[in-house]
């Protein structure tokens, strides 16, 4: 069977990169990750990678006099790796327009909010400081404008009485890792596009689509 190649994206502690390699690890996967990047050299998920096997790289945006620069290393080392998708997984950097424009249709990012609610950064201490009652996770494709393209699954998870960002951000983070491999899968295995900007993900089962709080099969 063909695995996609694919390239994933990072800046920390890697625990989405882990279950994607966890999830390409399994028979009948659609797709390998071919190659790791990492924003940053101390990055926890670079070790997570060289662990499994996968030739990692770091892209320092310091070393770079701005941003069209990086995103064009960037984009010179996902050609180089041969893959044909990539994740964001805990990527801290904006990306330019043209590289987005590049990778378009290819490229996923997850958020650890319910988009298109608390985009940006610290998503739990606002939805705590909101009062939602449910907050969760999105995978979306990726655009120019920051956490705003198609979505393509999410998964809920409750707001309790006691909660902090940190029990909060955890109790997100475990639906994080279900979603993630979950639209890979699909990516990979070329049931979900986009055409003309919107989603197109063909032959899902009624039990996907209504996809709450995700007990996904692998
Ligand atoms: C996750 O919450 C992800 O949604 C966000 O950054 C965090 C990365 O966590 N984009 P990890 O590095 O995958 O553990």
């Given amino acids: 069977m063909k695995k996609t190649p694919v390239a994933v994206l990072i800046s920390g502690n890697g625990t989405n990169l882990q279950a994607l390699i966890d999830a390409c690890e399994l028979p009948g996967y659609p797709a ?5 990047i990492s924003s940053r050299e101390n990055a ?13 790289l770091v892209i320092r945006h310091k070393d770079f006099s701005d941003r069209e620069a990086f995103d064009t290393a960037l984009h010179a080392a996902l050609l180089a790796s041969g893959a044909e998708f990539v994740c964001l997984a805990g990527f801290m ?13 290819r490229i996923l990012n997850i958020h ?11 998503t739990h201490e606002a939805a705590l400081a909101e009062g939602v009652k449910i907050h969760g996770c999105t995978v979306h494709f990726v655009v120019p404008e920051i956490d705003s393209g198609p979505i393509v699954i999410q998964a809920a998870v409750p707001v309790l009485p ?3 960002a940190e029990s909060l951000a955890a109790r997100v983070l475990k639906a994080e890792h279900q979603i993630y491999p979950y639209a890979l899968r ?8 986009l055409k003309d900007g919107r989603m197109v993900n063909t032959s899902l089962t009624v039990h996907e689509y209504t996809l709450f709080n995700p007990d996904i099969r692998m």
């Fill in 162 to 164: 006691d909660d902090t």
């Fill in 44 to 56: 926890y998920g670079l070790k997570r990678a060289e662990e499994a096997g996968i030739e990692t």
């Fill in 186 to 193: 699909r990516l990979a295995s070329g049931k979900l596009t």
């Fill in 32 to 36: 390998k990750i071919v190659r790791v």
């Fill in 112 to 122: 650890p909010s319910l988009l298109p609610s608390f985009k940006g950064m610290h």
């Fill in 93 to 105: 950097r904006i990306l330019t327009p043209e590289f987005v424009g590049k990778w378009e249709g």
